[in-house]
Structure formats: structure tokens, C-alpha cells
């Protein structure tokens, strides 16, 4: 029960701060959201150069 409930409160939270802070300044949001995607791709472009790196490589 203890983890399960903790996600739910997190997400009960993070649901009101989101609400509150998109009626006062949506920028926040736009913002935040454009640094989650660019951070999504490039972690995605790192792990994609690594893996290709690393099949050259013996250990």
C-alpha cells in the first residue's frame, strides 16, 4: 500500500500545482514541456551513439 499511495498523493499534487500555475502563467508549461522533450531526444540520441559505439568494442 505505502508505495502505490505515495505515486497517488505525488500525482494528486503535481495535478493541482499544474492546474493552478497553467491559470496563472502558461509559459511555465510551455516551457517545461519543450525541456522534457529536448532532454527525451537527447538522451535518446546519446544512448542511440553509445550502443552503436559499444558493438565495436570487445570487453
Known amino acids: 500500500m ?3 499511495f ?3 498523493m505525488d500525482i494528486i499534487v503535481l ?10 502563467d ?3 508549461i510551455y516551457v517545461s514541456i519543450a525541456v522534457m522533450i529536448f ?4 538522451e535518446r540520441l546519446f544512448l542511440r551513439w553509445h550502443s552503436q ?7
Not at 495535478?15 to 496563472?24: D, N
Not at 559505439?53 to 570487453?59: A, M, Q, R, V, W
Open 39 to 42: 532532454v527525451f531526444v537527447g
Open 15 to 24: 495535478g493541482a500545482f499544474l492546474s493552478i500555475k497553467a491559470q496563472t
Open 26 to 28: 502558461m509559459l511555465v
Open 2 to 4: 505505502g508505495v502505490i
Open 53 to 59: 559505439h559499444d558493438k565495436g568494442e570487445e570487453i
Open 6 to 8: 505515495y505515486i497517488v
